[in-house]
């Protein structure tokens, strides 16, 4: 069965969204190097300040989830494209580090927002889910593949300042697209479930909402995403610098005219790219693979490739190309799983909440192997950073199979979610 014409619009304006997001956070990294050569401020008070602002982009997605049951997910969408991209402007007329801050700060707040309101859209809207959560996947890897690219070759040619407006430019018209866009946000939900906008939401309705989606089978999936953040944040944060150390890598001829580009640079990028792949397959797969299942797969063969970097490392440079394309595939296949079990599992009324508390695992609780697998790199061994992430993956298998098992004790009887649960 193909999209049929609401789903498509709600796939455009999600995958607009998604892409975007990712554009904007993977270029601040490349703006970070010409910052800290133009300001006279040292490499830790910078990282203190771009900490300030990917740190909003996983403690706001609670809250965003919040906003999206709230107001209504379009609205939240709209809203973060307008943010992110008057925080890049703000970011083009900076003259001093405290006004980086500030536009650093401004695009986690709006960024934030985006993974619990665009994820609730699909739940609610799109029939096709698994092929819709598929096609933002890939849209979301674009960004993160273009947006550093971009980025780096704008600033040969021109100033950051200059540079960092134009990146600008695709979220403002993204933002009159949305503004246009017309669609029905709740036209997968069955008649006579409420999944609309609620304006009276008060703290005692999110504390009964949060305890009820705790005391059901959510409360698993989320220590699930929380698993897949640390590996996912663990593995990508530290890759590129693993593989640049690599004699098979570093001992590569560079072809003319591309010296200030590392080979190890092109097989990371490869790697963003060939996880598109995987996102459309997991996505087509989560329409006919129960998420439970699916997850105890995936987490499986994740925890292998993870064990297999420290050998791998000795295959020569096609089979650490190989090993890394293979890994990319398998690192975002999962993504569609875990955004499909939310869907799956939990009740429509409250799946901005849901989508907002998924992030915040992800984002938020998943950085934490950041500073753990830095401490273990730098003081243990390349083999024990290894073992600690497939470790993570491990733990992933086993909350899987608690999904599966228990399924039937954990989702809450008076609050039914969606019937496409595990068979």
């Not at 092109?266 to 459309?280: D, K």
């Not at 998420?291 to 797969?297: D, K, T, V, Y």
């Given at each position: ?26 270029s601040i990294p490349i703006f970070l190097v010409v910052w800290l050569a133009e300001f006279d401020v040292g490499v830790a008070t910078f ?377």
């Amino acid at each position: 069965m193909g999209l049929n014409a609401n789903d498509r619009a709600i796939a455009g304006f999600t995958m607009a969204g998604h892409a975007l997001v990712h554009w904007f956070e993977t270029s601040i990294p490349i703006f970070l190097v010409v910052w800290l050569a133009e300001f006279d401020v040292g490499v830790a008070t910078f990282g203190i300040v771009v900490a300030l602002g990917y740190a909003p982009f996983g403690l706001g997605a609670l809250p965003g989830g919040i906003l999206a049951d709230r107001y209504g997910p379009k609205r939240l969408v709209v809203s973060c494209l307008a943010g992110m991209s008057a925080a890049f402007l703000v970011l083009s007329l900076a003259a001093s580090i405290y006004t980086i801050a500030v536009g650093l700060v401004l695009w986690g707040v709006a960024a934030s927002v985006y993974h619990p309101a665009g994820l609730a859209l699909i739940s609610t809207g799109v029939s096709e889910r698994g092929t819709v959560f598929a096609w933002h996947g890939i849209a979301g890897n674009a960004g993160i593949a273009l947006g550093p690219f971009v980025a780096a070759t704008l600033l040969i040619f021109l100033e950051w300042s200059l540079v960092a407006a134009i990146l600008a430019v695709p979220g403002i018209l993204a933002v009159i697209y949305g503004l246009s866009a017309e669609f029905d946000p709740t036209a997968a939900v069955e008649d006579g479930v409420d999944a609309g906008p609620d304006e009276a939401l008060s703290v005692s309705e999110l504390v009964s909402d949060s305890r009820a989606l705790f005391a059901s089978a959510f409360a698993i999936i989320f220590a699930v995403v929380a698993v897949e953040g640390l590996y996912y944040r663990g593995m990508l944060t530290y890759l590129p610098e693993i593989l640049h150390g690599l004699e098979a890598i570093g001992g590569l001829a560079v072809p003319a005219g591309l010296e200030g580009i590392e080979p190890a640079d092109y097989i990371y990028v490869g790697l963003l790219v060939v996880g598109m792949g995987g996102q459309y397959v997991g996505g087509k797969l989560t329409d006919r693979v129960p998420p439970a299942r699916g997850l105890i797969g995936l987490f499986a063969v994740l925890a292998v490739l993870a064990l297999a970097f420290v050998p791998g490392t000795e295959l020569g440079l096609l089979g650490i190309t190989v090993l890394c394309g293979t890994f990319g595939f398998f690192l975002f296949a999962i993504q569609p799983f875990y955004q499909n079990a939310v869907a799956v599992y939990t009740p429509p009324d409250t799946r901005g909440l849901s989508y907002g508390y998924t992030y915040l695992g992800e984002f938020g609780l998943g950085s934490a192997s950041i500073a753990v697998g830095g401490v273990v790199l730098g003081e243990a061994s390349l083999t024990a950073f290894f073992a600690l992430i497939a470790t993570f993956a491990l733990a992933g298998v086993l909350l899987s199979v608690a999904l599966l098992v228990g399924r039937d004790r954990l989702v809450d009887a008076g609050r039914p979610a969606d019937a496409n649960a595990d068979d």
